[in-house]
């Protein structure tokens, strides 16, 4: 998996501001970076942001909800195939949320098919 290397938080806010310091110019990446991390709130649930599509609208709110959680893990999945990606995702969210101890190794060879080269 393609690894996002350095503090994750520093990443994130990094993006943010990149986000915010370039104009929206209308064009499809061929991967999507994002991050499962685990809400700090009292109900401790799994979730994932793709930040690469997050809308101006959007973007603020949930990369600080993002960086307010635990992380969990991170990376890049292609732009090809990424509902598939998507989904392969979501049952990960549903089986760490119902309780299965997953690792983040785990989580990469779950995704190897759809992680760019």
Known sequence: ???VTGNPRYLSSLLRDT????????FESDKIMFEIY???TYSGRY???YFTELQDHNKESEIN????????????IKN??????KDAINGILERLNNGES????????ELKDFVPA
């Open 1 to 3: 998996m393609q690894k």
């Open 19 to 26: 986000i915010e310091a370039e104009p929206a110019m209308p």
């Open 38 to 40: 685990r809400e700090a």
């Open 47 to 49: 979730r994932v942001v």
């Open 65 to 76: 909800r993002a960086m307010a959680g635990d992380h969990f893990c991170d990376g890049f």
């Open 80 to 85: 090809y195939r990424k509902d598939q990606a």
């Open 102 to 109: 997953l690792t983040p190794a785990d989580v990469e060879r």
